[in-house]
């Protein structure tokens, strides 16, 4: 990728919890188009780094640029409308909505009824409504899942609950997508699926960042690593760099490269 | 896809908007006592209070142990500004609700940090506060002998001085009330604050501004509870601040659980619950026990809010929603496999 685009960077990202530093001066930058991810053993950093990009947690000291913009101790609704949306490891779906509800609720930023002209239902408001189930709709079926549109979410196999979190971050049109260890307790199958959904939506433009265990995904679908030891990065780079840097086998590949070899 | 699809989304059936007005148009007709006409009166003004407050509780996920204090302010400023001030009650009513939606904003912005039981209880200090000012600005108030002689409201020279009369004014106004809030949970908003209940670090994630509609749904509520304070200023047209204190705030947490905070109905359900079983109890508290005073009113619906929360915790409303959906049923089985039909020929199908 010559002409790639910075479209997030993060400068000396640190986060001490009172003594421990668990993340520590982390710096990346991820290109526009690319499918991004953050690695390391467990302890390693990578929830706390995505929770300072989304907000959730406030950085001790660093930046996170996104377009130019400080996205720095802003809080998780305003990253949202930047552009930064993202799913959860321990699936957060809205378990009191039907599936598409969650996905119009994933759309929120697309629209703007404000208390009065919803309470009085404004014509404008109607059309806004059935436009945004639309759009719902649409992400539905990128993702696959359309046809269980009207199932409350909470009913849903593990698997769809992962694609609806992704449809539903999908809904406002975001520029990129942050998954947090999307393939954690899916079958094979369902992995599968997942990927062809990512695949296919980068082809379209989304970029992506993700935290993942699941090496043999992360070396499959990843355009570029970083990987965290203890709060540190200790390498970054494409899949075939990551597997040649000794750092990074030393730290945390050793075991697994060997089972990669012998599967 | 159409404006109807809409109705999918929102499964929600219009049977309750047709047979509220049937039911407030043909009780009076029926049941001509002003007794009865009296108690509904009183469910009305307490639905409208609830209708804010299952916005607040069952669709927002925050606990309001303080209502009675908008309740409070609304009926002391139209009192005030209607005999005091000799103004038009109208004016009184808006005035209310403006200074109940200002003090909603004041005291929201801190408590709103709060969760669960921090709130409940700041909440709970808010009404004891305003308890008290009520009790103490005796040149405003009356103290605590109350406030005397509120006039009546009148409309364009009709005057709502009678039973029938004002139980007619004070539906319609219960009536508008669900509409908007059922406007309200039926749109972008709604969903917003269901997602906050539903999970709110995703609501957060989505772009939600959780504290911002935490607010406003809770000004809201303070401001249908200060519209049902005046309602009741005018109507008894006598107020004292016990009125408004801390066990009122109870009662309407009781109402709107027993009600159900899952639906905007729950509120009118909970409402006469709470009214017509404290009417039963009071004719049959003295049979049964013949010395126990109007305590024991707080006893019987303590239990029954125990019992409530454990059989049903979400109130009775899903169980009527539940014997009106059998009526339906027929229809929708129709429609269901015609739409999967019809999805199945769209998108080749694929999506099953």
Known sequence: MSEAKTILKVENLTKQFGGVVAVSDVSFKVNKGEIFAVIGPNGAGKTTLFNMITGVLPASSGNVFFEDKNLTRKKPYQIAQAGITRTFQNLEVFSNMSVIENVMTGAHLTMKTNLLMAGLRLPMVTKEEVKIMETAMACLERVGIAGLAHELAITLPYGNQRLLEIARAAASDPKVILLDEPMA????????????????????????????????????????IVV???????????????????????????????????? | MEKKDLKKVYHNSFIGLIILPILIAVLPVVIPSSYILTIFIMVGIYALVCNGMTMLIGYAGQISLGHAAFYGIGAYSSAIISTTYGLSPWIGMIVGMI???????????????????????AT?????????????????????????GIPSINLFGFEFNSDLRYFYLVWVFVFIGIIFSRNIIHSRIGRALRSIEGSEIASDAVGVNIMKYKLQVFVLSAMFASLAGSLLAHYVSFINPDLF????????????????????????????????????????????????????????????????????????????????????????????????????????????
């Open chain 1, 228 to 263: 965290l030891d203890n709060g540190v990065k200790i390498g970054e780079g494409t899949p075939e760099e990551i597997y040649q840097n000794p750092k990074v086998v030393a730290a945390y590949l050793g075991d697994e490269e060997e089972e990669y070899v012998n599967a």
């Open chain 2, 124 to 148: 709970l200090g808010f009404g004891i506060i305003v308890f008290t000012l009520f009790k103490e600005f005796r040149e405003l108030t009356g103290g605590s002998n109350g406030f005397f």
């Open chain 2, 245 to 352: 204190g801390a066990m009122t705030s109870i009662y309407f947490l009781i109402m709107v659980i027993i009600g159900g905070s899952k639906s905007i109905w729950g509120s009118v359900i909970g409402a006469a619950t709470y009214v017509l079983l404290g009417e039963l109890l009071k004719h049959f508290m003295p049979i049964l026990l013949p010395n126990k005073g109007g305590e024991f009113e707080i006893v019987f619906f303590g239990i029954l809010l125990v019992v409530t929360l454990i059989y049903m915790p979400n109130g009775l409303s899903p169980q009527l929603e539940k014997i009106f959906s059998k009526f339906q049923k027929k229809k929708v089985t129709i429609e269901t496999p015609l739409q999967i039909n019809k999805k199945q020929i769209a998108s080749g199908g694929e999506n099953q």
């Open chain 1, 185 to 224: 307790g899916l079958n094979p199958e369902e992995s599968r699926q997942l990927v062809d959904v990512i695949l296919k939506m980068r082809e379209e433009g989304m970029t992506f960042i993700f935290v993942e265990h699941d090496m043999e995904t992360v070396m499959s679908i990843s355009d570029r």
């Open chain 2, 99 to 121: 200074i109940a939606g200002i003090i909603a904003i004041i005291v929201g912005i801190p408590t709103f940090k709060l969760k669960g039981h921090y709130l409940a209880l």
